[in-house]
């Protein structure tokens, strides 16, 4: 990356022109041919591949190696706790000591423990567990690499949003590709060849990412907020109860889709009626970038909360299998405006030097949210009213960030900080 910065492309232009541009939507093409953003995104998805293969592979593992799948259910939840706890201490030490070594040290250990996996698989449960913490704990934190360079790599708010999108919708693509690339290396061999696999893709991208230039010469900022690093934000720490909720909603899912299956004895419809929240979330994210939407942040979080809530509810109606695949998809499409929208407020709302740290943090809400939600549902069998409510309860927490937003705006503060542009 070339160390002399060029002109912005407003100079020189009438104040009128700057405004019709500001409100020209900026398309996922556009993010794409800026310089390193398709090779950063593309290394950065298949960095995260683990993060969709490895569950399932230890669910199959420990069915293939003579265990139940309470044992497969527990190793699982083991590794989302360790990524859940993982993300946010080394997006602190990615905000201290820059990208470059966190992204090879964690890539070369959770590799390490994947490969332990691949050749042990889960006969020894103990030294499963422990790879299998290890291996979420040092997750690389690329995810949220990528997003504390977007704004360095992109020339205009209007091309940072469409960033945020284009990321958040493609992300979706872990977790269906993940899963698939996981079953199809278990079907043609042992198990153990999903974590191999796994493995390599995870070091794979995250070398990728750590050897371009944008993260080999990204800086960040000062950090002056105390110990308390993200969490110093108090808009923040609400923007993490959003998140919460949001995840449970998506974790009731789960439990929703399979006892509707079972009601309906359609087997497909477990796994078909998540699938379409997910083609909904990417749909969502194209659409919610192609609008204008001059409103304020706060304003655009609170629609797609509202849009979220309601989404669920037809759903409450117990349609028939089709039926309820259609109905599955505007969830998913409010979901993804939403977490667009949760992106752009974390990049505001995160204090100076802690914008991968907080990107960890929404990583890490979102996944308790995803287990407690999960839990909940299974406790009370799966009916749809859940995300219902817990959606409205994201709707209602987001109020005091919305308040935050608005605040800021009113005092003078730019809803685009300047972005830690590498030195």
Sequence with gaps: MSMVETPPAHIGRTAPARRLEQRQPVHWGAVLRLPYAARLLAATLVSRLPLGMTPVALLMAARANGHG???????TSLYGLGVAVGQP?????????????MLLGGSILSAAALFVLAAAETANLLIAAIAVVVAGVTAPPSEGALRAMWPALTPTPQHLRAALALDSGCQELVYVAGPLAAAAAASVALPGLAFALAACLG??????????????????????????GALHSNGMRWMLLVLTAVGATLGELSVAALTASERHTTEWLAGALPAGV??????????????????????????????????WVPLCLDPPPYAALVLAVPPGMAFGALLTCAYQVVTELAPPGTLVEAYGWLIAAFGLGQALGTAAAGLFAGPWILPVATATLALLLCV????RLALRTETGRSLHPSPERPS
């Design 278 to 311: 997910s083609v909904g979330a990417l749909l969502g994210t194209a659409a919610w970038t192609a609008l204008p939407l001059p409103a304020p942040l706060g304003r655009q979080l609170a629609l797609g909360s509202a849009l979220f809530a309601a989404a």
């Design 89 to 101: 201490l080394l997006g602190r030490l990615v905000d201290r000591r820059g990208q470059t070594l």
């Design 69 to 75: 799948y309470g044992a497969g259910a527990a190793l």
């Design 400 to 403: 005091p960030v919305c308040q």
């Design 203 to 228: 070091l794979g991208g995250a070398l990728i990412v750590a050897a371009s230039a944008p993260s080999r010469t990204w800086r960040p900022a000062p950090v002056r907020c105390g110990p308390l």
